[in-house]
């Protein structure tokens, strides 16, 4: 009989697809990065507890275009400054990525906000233009003038923050504890550059980011760097907490609430 490719598959299949996970190389990709100061009172209602302000209220948002063997990648997110306990990191609202792929691992595996969209980041001699766009709005542009050459940072750990959960079948929240995760990454850059530059955030009912306003912006880079990462589930979430913030991860909130109708298919 012919393979059935939705048959079970064999432990040494399994563990040859584990291992050609582990071997992948360093995947380098180039970036725009612009961090700004905003609202204090802006962070600290978007983040879920038990995340909690840092002392600053920064936003930042990335734009990054991926070299991936066979087809490029266009990935980006806006985030803000958050802490958890003593450790500090990023908490993302939104993250833009152009292909399926890059969705299912990091949303089911992490519990990332990732959502389809259009990622650009174009470079004409030292002209920069960096956009996020869903639903045929670029909510966030960065744009400007590479000015200068920056000292590369030593090899760094950073931290972000997601929540990871599956709505009720019932509509009536979850389907068990939230899990908070944190997903730690190990970055190298090999080239950086600062731009001389601005901000550009456009008003969008899916991706609210104009609510988190430039109030002062610290800085914008270009750069190529490679990170690898590790997650683990440090602490369940209360129910309660969590979901008035549900409708951060869906663009149409009612969906994750409601039952499905009697009879209905996926």
Do not use: N
């Not at 050609?20 to 190389?25: F, H, L």
């Not at 609202?39 to 909690?52: E, S």
């Amino acid at each position: 009989m012919a393979r059935v490719r939705y048959g079970a598959r064999s432990e040494a299949e399994i563990a040859a697809t584990r291992a050609r996970s582990a071997g992948i190389p360093d995947i380098w990709s180039t970036g725009v990065v612009a961090v700004w100061e905003t609202d204090p009172d802006v962070v600290a209602a978007v983040l879920p507890p038990p995340l909690k302000p840092t002392g600053r209220p920064l936003v930042r948002a990335t734009v990054s275009r991926v070299d991936l063997p066979g087809y490029p990648l266009g990935a980006g997110s806006v985030a803000v400054a958050a802490a958890h306990g003593d450790r500090e990191g990023w908490y993302p609202l939104v993250m833009p990525m152009t292909h399926e792929r890059a969705l299912t691992g990091g949303r089911e595996v992490f519990g990332e906000p990732k959502k389809l969209g259009e990622v650009v980041l174009e470079r004409d001699g030292l002209v920069v233009r960096a956009s996020l766009a869903r639903h045929g709005i670029a909510f966030v542009e960065v744009r400007g003038a590479v000015s200068g050459a920056l000292p590369l940072p030593e090899p760094a750990e950073k931290t972000d923050f997601y929540f990871k959960f599956l709505p009720a079948v019932d509509g009536s929240g979850f389907d068990g504890d939230p899990l908070l995760v944190h997903c730690v990454r190990h970055e190298k850059v090999r080239r950086l550059e600062r731009i001389t530059g601005d901000v550009v955030l456009r008003e969008s009912m899916y991706d609210p980011v104009a609510d988190l306003p430039v109030r002062r912006l610290v800085e914008i880079t270009i750069g190529e760097k490679t990170t690898d990462q590790k997650g683990r589930i440090v602490e369940r979430v209360s129910p309660q907490d969590l979901l008035p913030y549900l409708h951060q991860r869906y663009d149409d909130p009612q969906q994750a609430l409601d039952a499905p109708p009697e009879g209905s298919v996926g």
